[in-house]
């Protein structure tokens, strides 16, 4: 069986996998990193997402081995030690989780979106998360919530 | 009145969970040797299993038991105590018929593959239209109608319909349909059943209501006294533990932490199956829905045909409404009932009706069954109420909002159920929404009021 | 061409089982260290019921939120609550969460009392003291009592709530049937754009007020509103398992066939208001939200098509192509 060897969340991975082993699968069975969740495995509902070399991706729909040599980052890589991610604060602040269970792959698409594009307007962010599927909160404040920590980016670099 | 922490708009309690991704949902919940659940659906909508054989599936490798109907100790729950966990006798087409528990999913899949079922085909019924006529095929031995405490439909009845029709200056009728929804929550349904060495089962689960599934499942699982149906050595420990007359001791539900419900989570099945399954093996036992087996075979929210006649007055007063409205209710009714008797009881919608005559059936068909979503009865009432008061306003050529202000409930209104309404403020909701929309009400409008009592 | 076109819609949503006889019970326990434990069989299926609980707990011991552990369901150690469903669960089980934090605040008091040699009710609560009425400079801290009561006074602080409406009774020939607990009010504006030749509507604007009675938590109230209305975006314009109901042919499958609103479907106007108007029964005269939200957004864009352009759609979803049939039927008279 191939061996997977890669970075996740800073730490060097390695894995023995089947060849047609999902990211997912492996993230979340041989792992145990649960922040990427199953919720459709065919790429449309965005729960799976998480980060390849700053690359927002369907880990569904990701081969395990196209991994090889990369750098993975999930939800549990976000925070430093002792201090969330300002996504992390403002989404928290701004109740942009309700069941939570969209909460992992969003904060992963907004975070690929602010690396990109750090003055977003509400139409970029729309646009940003618009592959992130969510019931519960109407979108509304998950959308001020990146908002306000792009705002919270950009004055903390100003200052 | 002002208060310290009530009215604040406090940090959700568990939200730093939620975006630590610490919140663990029952599919986070690893524990080593879960064997995973896949099933035989049935491939038609009506008819009878005569013959299932399981022989070449149970001797795959990695397959650690398959179960069917006859491993289900009482194949009959719900609130019409009907819904068979596994099937011998198919309404639906998707309805599990074989359970089976492997070390992983594809190993499932395969031993489901080798699973042989023969089936007496039925002549199924879809249209709930037709179900409901004379000589269409039975869903159900007792009949494709829904009874009401004995009555093929709910009924209610307020004030004289006919002398409201005699007394409207115009009627103005709408027939509407309401589309079938599914709630799409993106945490599909998942249960995981693990034995516990005391002999206990603890089942994590998604349902909506853990007492409630508690029962259901202790009422699937409920052993006659002195048989031995559970097939590990686990059996004895568990037949210590539990007491035949009081399953419910042996079962603890751990859940509360759900990836949205909306109505979609009360469906007993899941957790009744990765029960047997667990104490049957031994081992904990997970099923995880597909998003296919969610979007096909989980319940929905049932399509509603509904018929509005309204007697109005020129002067727009409603003064009698007549509704016809048809459930369909899919293979099970499950809460069905409610969501009919919430629709009847207030197909008046936020307004008062001095006559009001209902009718509402649930009807049966060979289609999935159809439960409770996020507006029950309410949803499709509303839909239908909301756009037979434009099209009175536009009979009468009257404004919109006139026609809603006149016939608001005011505080002291009773409804056609006839309960005393002491909290009516339909009227302030909609001048807060044209305020903040800059649509100027006239005069006449902004002077009424649902706070205070009707002005006779 | 593109059309606009305003419509409204008004709604009502009864709070509570219809069927009642929905039991909800809770206890709450101080602990040594003043901390306090809530214990709840509701079941949080996203809508926040252990924020408002907690909430509620704190205002009535006078404590701050954050001391507040709620623990999680488990029907082991959980009281007993029913189904999370019919809007019921902030009103029912709020009840029992009240009155067992008032329970076990009367237990506090009377050890403060006798701390303080007054009676408990010359004392109030607050600021996580607990002073004499008319002299707040005498007060003991709610710290100092919790240990005094537990390892000094023998007593276990634990406060029990339960509440349980009474079965509805429904009569035979009316209907008439005690089904609920309070109502619940809302409207909403909608304003869409349709465009004549494709069939498509835009959601332009969606303006809406409910009376929630009393917002225990204004955030929690805001998601349920945004949340119900994006889902009754969906319901009004694009959501649809059976396509060709009742038959089950080209029923959707999976995501990519169930459509549901995505960010991009969310109106840039997109307002909300709350109402109090109080219930009588409910704690701080709550009435439930979550289920009336969904209820509002497809009358009132079925009506702004009519403003917009002349026709009735009396199904739904409100697709393009039923736009463009109902077009033609109304040029072809």
Known sequence: MPMLEFKVNGRNCRVEVNGADSLLEVLREKLHITSPKVGCNTGDCGTCSVLIDGKVVRSCLTNAMSANGKEVITVEGLASPGKLHPLQTAFHDNYAAQCGFCTSGMLMAAKALLDKNPKPTREDVKEGISGNLCRCTGYVKIVDAIISAADENSSREES | MEYRVVGQRKRRYDGMKHVTAETRYVDDIFIP????????????????????????????????????????????????????????????????????????????????????????????????????????????PEGNLHMFDGRPYRKVVYGDIEAGFREADLIVEGEYFHPCHEHACLETHVSLSVPEANGKLTIYSVAQGLMRNLRLVASALEMPEGDLRFLSNWSERVRNTWKPENPASGINFVGGVIGGGFGGKNDPQLDCVTALLALTTGQPVKWRWTREEETLYSTYRGPWHMKFKDGVKNDGRIVARKVTSIRDSGAYSHLGEYVVDKHCFLCSGPYYIPNVYVEGYLVYTNKVPSDAMRGFGITPSSFATEVQMNKIAHALNMDPWKIRFMNAYRKGDKTPTRVNLDSVSVIECMKAVAESAGVALPDELMAMSSLKGREL | MKKHGVGIAAVLYPTGFSAGGDSSQAMVKVRPDGSVNLYIGSVDLGQGCKTVFAQMVAEELGIEYEDITVIDQDTDTSPLCAITGASRVTFTAGIAVVAAAREVKSLILEVAAAE???????????????????????????????????????????????????????DFETGASNHFRTMAWGAMLAEVEVDTDTGQIEVLRLVSAYDVGKAINPLLVEGQIEGGTIMGVGAAIMEDLYPYYPSTDWQATNLGTYMIPTALDVPDNIRSQVVECPSTGGPYGVKGIGEMTGNSASPAIVNAIYDAIGVWINELPVTPDRILRALESVESR
């Not at chain 2, 659906?41 to 001797?59: E, F, N, Q, W, Y």
């Not at chain 2, 289900?72 to 011998?88: K, M, R, S, W």
């Not at chain 2, 998707?94 to 002549?123: C, M, N, S, Y």
């Open chain 3, 116 to 170: 303080l040699c007054t009676a408990p009710e010359a004392l109030e609560m607050g600021g996580g003291k607990i002073h004499i009425k008319d002299d707040p400079a005498r007060f003991v801290t709610f710290q100092k009592i919790a240990y005094k009561a537990n390892y000094q006074e023998r007593k276990l602080l634990v406060g029990r709530g339960h509440f349980m409406p009474d079965p509805a009774v429904i």
């Open chain 2, 33 to 140: 040797g879960t064997l995973q659940v896949k099933v035989y659906r049935s491939p038609v909508a009506k008819g009878k299993v005569v013959k299932i054989d399981c022989t070449s599936a149970l001797a795959m490798e990695g397959v650690a038991a398959v179960i069917t109907y006859k491993d289900v100790p009482n194949n009959g729950v719900g609130f019409v105590p009907d819904q068979q966990i596994l099937a011998e006798e198919v309404r639906y087409k998707g309805q599990p018929i074989a359970a089976v528990a492997a070390v992983d999913e594809d190993t499932a899949l395969k031993a489901v593959e080798r699973i042989q079922v023969e089936i007496e085909e039925e002549e199924a019924v879809f249209d709930p239209l037709e179900a409901m006529k004379p000589g269409a095929p039975k869903v159900r």
